[in-house]
C-alpha cells in the first residue's frame, strides 16, 4: 500500500513557474511507475506526465511537451513535476498516481485505469 500526498500547488502568473512535489509513504515506491493527472473544472481527469521506476524514461502529453519535467527521487520518495511557461489553460487540480507494479518494462502509462494508488491532489491556478 502506497499513501501519496501532493504540495505545491497555487496561483502564478502566465509564463510563470511552479514545482509540485508528490511525497510517497508506505512500501514499493521505488519499483512504481509514476504519473501525473490534472483535472480541469467541467472536464475529465487527464494525463500529464509519467516516469518508470528507474526515472530513466518518461513521457509527456502533447500539450505540456517542452514545459514540464518530471523527475523522481526513490531514496526521498517524491516524484516532482517542474512546470514552466505556464498557461491558463493548465489550470487544474493536479493529482499524483502510482502504478503497482514491479520494475516493469513496459509503457509509458498514460490511462487512469493502469494506476492503482491516488493522491488527493494539489491546485494549480494560472492568471492571465
Known amino acids: 500500500q502506497v499513501q501519496l500526498v501532493e504540495s505545491g500547488g497555487g496561483l502564478v502568473q502566465a509564463g510563470g513557474s511552479l514545482s509540485l512535489s508528490c511525497a510517497a509513504s508506505?512500501?514499493?515506491?521505488?519499483?512504481?511507475?509514476m504519473g501525473w493527472f490534472r483535472q480541469a473544472p467541467g472536464k475529465e481527469r487527464e494525463f500529464v506526465a509519467t516516469i518508470n521506476w528507474t526515472g530513466g524514461n518518461t513521457d509527456y502529453a502533447d500539450s505540456v511537451k517542452g514545459r514540464f519535467t518530471i523527475s523522481r527521487d526513490n531514496d526521498k520518495k517524491t516524484v516532482s513535476l517542474q512546470m514552466r511557461s505556464l498557461k491558463p489553460e493548465d489550470t487544474a487540480a493536479y493529482y499524483c498516481a502510482a502504478r503497482r507494479g514491479y520494475m516493469e518494462s513496459g509503457g509509458p502509462f498514460v490511462l487512469e485505469d493502469e494506476y492503482d494508488y491516488w493522491g488527493q491532489g494539489t491546485q494549480v491556478t494560472v492568471s492571465s
Open positions: 508506505g512500501r514499493g515506491f521505488s519499483v512504481y511507475a
